[in-house]
């Protein structure tokens, strides 16, 4: 499934797999500590628990952000802040960003559906960004199909031990999205058409808290 290992460049969408909060730590806290050192605007976009995990690991990690009101309710509302968020931080200066969040699937109670086509639509709406973003999944909860649909809506995958790999199962979103079913009206149509343009006119803007050590 994996290529030879690479170092990601550019625009990165990247996913991960893990079955234990020892594993998420191990891809997680790296990719951060990584940003923090090279001076990048690091961010935590991740849900009560997984954030606490990191804040627990990581209780002195200087300029680390922790997004809150970027709640994953809706994929074209998700998309139209994370949008305004890298414009802002781009604005400010920022020659390179990443962020970590988890998406909602199925085992955690949400429709998968719309939030696959989003995984997929990222490819294209994010790229101007100078963004590496990193969308851990938990094998303990996500069902087999999310899992696959993962594989196919990420060009790269890391792994616990550090490395990062092409994932030679990703698929241009343009596929991808043509063999799904839509998503009910107002979940993605406002944000993505097939040739990566945003339109959009919500100003919602996320809140960021850092820490300062």
Known sequence: MFAPTVDPRGFVHETAFYASDDDLLAVTVPFLEGGLAAGEATIVAF??????????????????????GLEYTRPSVTIARYRQLLADLVEGGARRIRVVGDVPHPGVGVPWEAWSCYEAAVNHVLAEYPLWGLCPYDTRTAPDDVLLDVCRTHPYVTTPDGRHHVNELYEEPTR???????????????????????????????????RSG
């Not at 954030?51 to 690991?57: D, H, P």
């Not at 079913?181 to 343009?197: E, I």
């Not at 339109?199 to 919602?204: E, I, L, P």
């Open 47 to 68: 849900g009560d628990d997984n954030a606490e995990l990191v804040r627990r690991e990581m209780p002195d990690a200087e300029g680390l952000m922790f997004l809150s």
């Open 176 to 210: 991808f999205l043509a063999s799904r079913t839509a998503p009910p009206p107002g979940q993605l149509t406002h944000v993505y058409t097939t040739n990566g343009s945003a339109r959009t006119n919500t100003s919602t803007r996320p809140a960021v808290s850092q």
